[in-house]
């Protein structure tokens, strides 16, 4: 079974441009968790999508956006790119139901995001 | 919302057990887990326990969980070089995990 697939691995932008980054789950997964890592926070919660409903987001402000599809493919926006943005993205994902809030989530490799 | 603490840095040396700490300040959750990140990798989910158990063992890793002093412990046996990466152990909040800062571990011949 494939893992989770994110796209592009790799991506240099500049301060006020926008960047939209694609995450595949697991066959047959329906939630998609999208987390930020750096140096300084560690990893933070940005948001988590169950049939295509965003469920819970985290602490970031409204720069940051996601959607996710029907087929469970997810993808999230940042706008007007800041260098505080340079992070690796993490996307995970479970199976996911309507009422458990706690299965495993399995990770992809990230799309690491640097801001010049 | 809720702490999870670890400490940052752990040196064992090759072939020894390690343990990695971890405490936490709520305790509703289900399951608590533990993930590996490699360099330039993603999180990989090592294993995990369910919060009526008090141990759960899985080949060379040992997870022992203390609800009542919320405090989970990762054990590795027989350590090895390619057990070098940060260890995270990871919370739930909801639908999302709530992570330590990572434990660092060195693992030298």
């Known amino acids: 079974k494939a893992g989770v697939t994110q796209t592009p691995r790799y991506l240099i932008k500049t301060r006020g441009q926008q960047v939209t980054l694609s995450c595949s789950p697991i066959s047959g997964h329906r939630s998609v968790s999208w987390y930020q890592q750096t140096p300084g926070q560690g990893l933070q919660f940005l948001f988590e999508y169950f049939s295509e409903t965003q469920r819970n987001k985290g602490n970031f402000p409204g720069r940051f956006s996601g959607r996710q599809f029907s087929n469970s493919r997810s993808e999230m926006n940042v706008s007007t790119l800041e260098l505080g943005d340079s992070a690796l993205y993490l996307c995970?994902?479970?199976?996911?139901?309507?009422?458990?809030?706690?299965?495993?989530?399995?990770f992809g490799d990230g799309t690491r995001l640097s801001i010049l | 919302g809720e702490d999870v603490e670890q400490s940052l840095f752990l040196s064992v040396r090759e072939g020894d057990s390690s343990v990695i700490n971890c405490t936490y300040t709520?305790?509703?959750?289900?399951?608590l887990y533990w993930y590996k990140q490699e360099p330039g990798a993603g999180l990989q989910l090592l294993t995990y326990i369910f919060s009526n158990m008090d141990m759960k063992q899985d080949q060379r890793l040992t997870v022992l969980l203390n609800k009542k002093d919320k405090h989970l412990s990762l054990r590795i046996a027989d350590t090895q070089t390619g057990d070098s990466a940060i260890y995270f152990c990871a919370v739930p909040l909801g639908y999302a995990l709530n992570f330590g800062k990572g434990t660092s571990l060195l693992v030298t011949p």
């Open positions: 709520d305790s509703s959750s289900t399951y």
């Open positions: 995970a994902s479970s199976p996911g139901t309507v009422t458990d809030t706690n299965q495993p989530q399995h």
